[in-house]
């Protein structure tokens, strides 16, 4: 409950349960009626708006309540827009900004009692899109400057700071700024959420926040081949470099703060962990018309992803085949000279892009790769040029790695009984041996025997089913 005590169950006396009773037969009655004025529309907009703030106010959390007073207040911003596009009435605008102020108004008053209701934010959803609509007639009809445009949108980050002052982790108010950041980029999210971070490193949202406007405002590259080529190291990861190690630095510093705080480590998890490469290590031969091709991590959706050229012939392919970290590729048989694959980037797709914290769904990025194969007197050879041309900014997300494997083994020095840094080293190592097959494979043994050793650690701590998991994870190497 990140701090908040849970109340206890209240204990009531016959009296109080008797007018508790007497208020909900009250909820119940006025609900039928509700929906009984709702079927026959019997009454004027005014009414209708009235009756309905009645109900809202009633019972906050039922939908079928503001679904009418949208339908209601829709009517009135139709017509009053009618009238101010047509004539460019003042009193129309008067009457449209005073509807729109007072709906806003009475949503904010009941957020302040019911901070975390789904209808209440869905309203203030609409109506902020209806404020904007409004906007866009204000500014055609404009020409005078006679009228000042309503911009809602300014208003609602002011909203969700000062919420967010009184409940930090109010997921209902961080689901609504980051939708506000989706239609309207005001807000100042790196800012904001770096503030949140370092009033309290405890404030998982913000974490959480954070990684979605990272990945949102970074990741937007459509040909990452091209960005490698022109940027190398810069181009290869979803964040810039710089950013990345500043990011690095406020993440290092909040678990050095706070470390036996779960989330901060899940924070490293996800920021070391989107850089961490997804390339193409072997190939072997399995038969005259099928290949293995190994990758340094587990594969999917390889449909589509593959185009093979026998001396520079395409080849029909009859089968693709995923096992684990092997993709077996079958084609027509034929006698094959100079066989050339192409890696299409579909397998490389990123992963979890909304949800940050699942452990092995990270967002990847893939090392370009084009293999050529020979088959004459020497046997079976391979190569990947292309690959080979990006193993300086292999190394330098191999560096990176291992500055933050030497930082969390401090931490361990400090926390010898403490879990979250052993279960953070073992995830690291794991980037590690990843990014290792693609530099040296031979060394990769080092990795599994140090990850083996922390392992026994762990369960020295907490022998439980996650220290036995991935005891039995790294076993298999």
């Known amino acids: ?109 009941l957020l302040k009692q019911h901070p975390k209701s789904y209808t209440l934010w869905t309203h203030r959803q609409w109506m902020v899109l209806r404020s904007q609509e409004i906007d866009q007639l204000i500014t055609q009809i404009n020409q005078d400057n006679q009228f000042k445009l309503i911009e809602a949108i300014k208003q609602e980050y002011e909203l969700c700071s000062k919420m967010l002052d009184r409940d930090e982790r109010n997921f209902h108010v961080w689901n609504y700024r980051n939708w506000l950041s989706s239609i309207c980029a005001f807000g100042k999210e790196d800012e904001f959420t770096k503030k949140k971070i370092e009033q309290n490193f405890s404030n998982f949202s913000a974490y959480h926040f954070r990684s979605k ?33 500043e990011e690095t630095e406020l993440i290092q510093q909040a678990i050095y703060i706070q470390p ?42 390889v449909e589509n992803s593959f185009e093979l050229f026998n001396n520079e012939n395409a080849l029909k392919i009859i089968d693709i085949r995923v096992e684990g970290i092997n993709v077996i590729i079958s084609f027509e048989e034929q ?3 100079n066989l050339k694959i192409k890696i299409i980037n579909q397998i490389y797709q990123y992963g979890s892009r909304e ?53 969390i083994k401090q931490v361990i020095e400090e926390e010898k009984q403490n879990r979250f840094p052993y279960i953070q080293i073992l995830y690291l190592l794991q980037f590690k041996l990843r990014t290792q097959k693609l530099i040296d494979a031979s060394k990769s043994n ?31 190497f």
């Open 446 to 476: 080092e990795i599994i025997q140090e990850a083996l050793q922390h392992c026994e650690q762990l369960k020295k701590i907490q022998n439980d089913h996650q220290a036995q998991f991935l005891y039995e994870f790294w076993s298999q």
């Open 260 to 301: 036996k705080e779960h989330g901060v480590y899940l924070y490293h998890r996800w920021l070391v962990g989107v850089i961490q490469p997804f390339g193409f290590t072997k190939v072997e031969k399995a038969s005259n018309n099928s290949i293995i091709l190994q990758f340094n991590r587990a594969v999917n959706n």
């Open 335 to 337: 006698q094959l000279l």
């Open 213 to 245: 406007y990272f990945m949102k405002n970074y990741n937007q590259s459509e040909n990452i081949i091209e960005r490698i080529k022109t940027e190398q190291i810069l181009g290869l990861i979803p964040l810039p470099f710089n950013i990345l190690k």
């Open 1 to 109: 409950m990140h701090g908040q005590s849970k109340s206890k169950a209240e204990t009531l006396s016959e009296e109080e349960i008797k007018l508790r009773a007497e208020k909900g037969q009250q909820i119940l009655e006025s609900l039928d009626y509700f929906f009984k004025v709702r079927k026959n529309q019997v009454n004027q907009p005014e009414d209708q708006l009235a009756f309905s703030e009645l109900m809202a106010k009633l019972c906050p959390e039922i939908a079928t309540i503001y679904n009418y007073r949208r339908e209601v207040l829709q009517t009135k911003f139709d017509h009053l827009g009618t009238l101010l596009s047509e004539s460019k009435s003042f009193e129309a605008y008067k009457q449209l900004l005073k509807l729109i102020q007072s709906e806003f108004m009475l949503i904010t008053i």
């Open 355 to 407: 949800t940050m914290m699942s452990e092995d769904e990270f967002s990847r990025f893939l090392v370009p790769s084009e293999i050529n194969i020979t088959f004459n007197n020497d046997g079976f050879q391979f190569t990947n040029k292309i690959q080979k041309e990006f193993i300086d900014a292999i190394n330098q997300i191999h560096n990176y790695l291992d500055d933050n494997l030497g930082f």
